[in-house]
């Protein structure tokens, strides 16, 4: 049977539908409609705005969590947390049961190349993985609230049907990125390796005083074919496998053991 | 020469050193301590604690700096941001030219293991290695205050040297953890695949409403004589290189082009 065709939904399967852009997010709701065709659905994010915030952790405030009727059809928990809390806290204290699968997103805004250690949305779904749970973040480059979110979501199906039929190694996140509108194809990808050329903004506020806005364009410092920034520019989107082993093996293995 | 007498100051060498428990921390002032060894010292540093912060940037706020005297010897640039939005923000604009040298801590806490990827710390550091500085972050793995900090400074004075008479592969940031007391040693390490195993703490507030605080317990998954975790077990203090090119390599080169 070609995935196309076949029936993934499983009423036992519990999905758990995080983000950072907040609960109220259309990008959550738009990844929460794919996720019950696959099962049974627990939406827990922030109760606001979360983007950028990395793989950050609350360790010196308490959690606060409350339920939502997000729209007619879906009820959600909100935490007064960052994404990473409430995967944790999910896990471990707001669903009945664990769950089977954790979805990020869909973030308004792309999370490729460099994007990726800044990101929230990609901190949740790592939060999954370390967890022990096959995790996917999903993100449009699309900033706008408005985006058309109907590409990224066919991705995230995809990446579903493909974390079903064949598993997900222990220690590997999907990172879905998808342009605005229709999707054109899902390429799998590398992470481009990129910076951001920052250009800070200094102003004076009424009161005579300055403050900074931080702007920036990103940089590809990498050529190829299969990097994520590339494809994403040629209107594909793309999955790249991450992992979080940071160690620079090769570096490494150069050194002696002591260092004097 | 040995590096032990070889004399490394070198008054035309500006290094920047940032943390992420903020600008009046001790572990700051015994790194810059360090630093001075070398060259000219700029503190810039968030003007209040940010551990745990993982890799935020703040691109919502404005960002504002304050000039404090840290001491009788030590002035530094305070910043109402994360430890990354110090270091970007030194590297556009706060210093009066580019830094050769970034250094982040020391850190009042181990940022060894998994606690890498929701270090504060060792972000400000991963953020100079991308500007193209080379970069450190250094750790004591006690946690309180008044922890002895003269073997994080020996192990970060070596990282330096190491860095000065060897260079640093681009991309490539050395990540120091040491136990509190003297220096037993300081290892080449590799990060521990570790994880947290969370116990959320429920309690009730005084006005009868649910809270959670987080605790929880490290786990090593990993086994090995060369894994931080370990080595500081023993005592000793590790030196582990770690990159941010997230690619799960091996999995990738087995997927075929696009995802249907």
Redesign the interface.
């Known amino acids: 049977m070609s ?2 065709s076949k029936n993934y939904y499983d009423p036992d399967r519990l999905i758990l539908v995080c983000n950072d852009d907040g609960i109220f997010s259309p990008g959550i709701r738009a990844l929460a409609e794919v996720a019950k065709e696959f099962g049974e659905v627990s939406i827990i994010a922030p109760d606001r ?1 979360q ?10 405030d ?4 409350t339920s939502f009727q997000i729209n007619s059809k879906m009820k959600g928990q909100a935490v007064n947390g960052t994404p ?2 409430c995967v ?2 999910g ?3 707001l669903m009945g049961r664990k769950p089977d699968l954790v979805l990020s997103g869909i973030n308004h805004g792309s999370n490729a190349g ?1 994007n ?3 990101s929230g949305t990609v ?1 949740a779904a ?1 939060e999954g993985t ?2 022990g749970y096959p995790s996917i973040a999903v993100s449009c480059t699309e900033f706008t609230e408005s985006a058309e979110l109907t590409g990224a979501q066919d991705a995230a199906r ?2 579903v049907r ?1 974390v079903l039929d064949h598993g997900l ?1 222990s ?2 996140t999907l990172n879905v990125n998808a342009p605005g509108g229709p999707l054109k ?4 990808a ?2 481009a ?1 990129s ?1 951001y050329v ?3 903004e ?2 004076i506020d009424p009161h005579n ?6 702007t920036g364009r990103l940089e590809i410092l990498d050529q190829g074919e299969d990097l994520d920034l590339n494809l994403l520019n040629q209107g594909y989107a793309t ?11 090769n ?2 293995k150069n ?6």
């Not at 983007?51 to 010196?60: E, F, K, L, Q, R």
């Not at 050194?255 to 004097?260: F, I, N, V």
């Open positions: 995935s196309m705005q983007s950028a915030v990395g793989h950050a952790i609350t360790v010196s308490p959690l606060r969590v990473a809390d944790k806290l896990h471990d204290k460099i990726i250690i800044y901190s790592t370390i967890l995809r990446a493909f190694p220690g590997i194809g899902l390429r799998w590398k992470q390796n910076r920052e250009e800070f200094g102003r005083k300055p403050y900074f806005w931080i999955i790249t496998p991450i992992q979080y082993d940071l160690t620079a093996h570096f490494f050194q002696s053991k002591e260092l004097t």
